[in-house]
């Protein structure tokens, strides 16, 4: 990344390489958990768009193309955050971590903040526990995945 990295809100026409985005950095957790895909995988593009009109979606862009991605809305106090994504290529250098900084800045009237993951997807708990989010509550989905679900409160 030579450029320095922009976060921006994600528009429509943005929903075509969102989602391509958005199945190549599941296909690792759908190896992770023996699956052929998860859910994030198996999204339309019609369902792309649909989710972009009640969510906001916020995009990293790293030399003219879309580097990750996230989405959240706002359900009484609770924000609730949802299939935040990296390019493969491009794990592991920060850009979750701003994402995440900017859709919690985006929501100032939450009181929370909410988010899940599989219980073998060790990369997203560290980061998710690192941020300062707590598991809350786990369920098994299915024989081999159990989600995990993870709070923080707002601070200051």
Do not use: W
Not at 19 to 37: I, N, R, T, V
Not at 127 to 137: K, S, V
């Amino acid at each position: 990344m030579n450029a320095p990295l922009r976060i921006r809100q994600a528009q429509a026409n943005d929903a075509e390489e969102l989602l391509a985005l958005q199945k190549a950095a599941f296909q690792s957790e759908a190896m992770l958990y023996g699956m052929d895909a998860v859910p994030a995988m198996l999204e339309s593009l019609e369902q792309m768009r649909d989710a972009m009109r009640g969510h906001l979606f916020l995009k990293a862009m790293d030399e003219g193309r879309i580097a990750g991605s996230v989405r959240a809305n706002l359900d009484g106090g609770t924000c609730r955050i949802g299939r935040l994504v990296v390019a493969p290529a491009l794990q592991r250098r920060g850009i979750g971590s701003r994402l995440m900084d900017a859709i919690e800045t985006r929501f100032p009237d939450a009181e929370h903040f909410e988010i899940f993951t599989g219980h073998k997807s060790e990369g997203n708990l560290r980061l998710y526990r690192r941020l300062g989010y707590e598991e809350y509550l786990t369920q098994q989905v299915r024989p081999g995945l159990t989600v995990v679900f993870m709070r923080k409160a707002r601070r200051g």
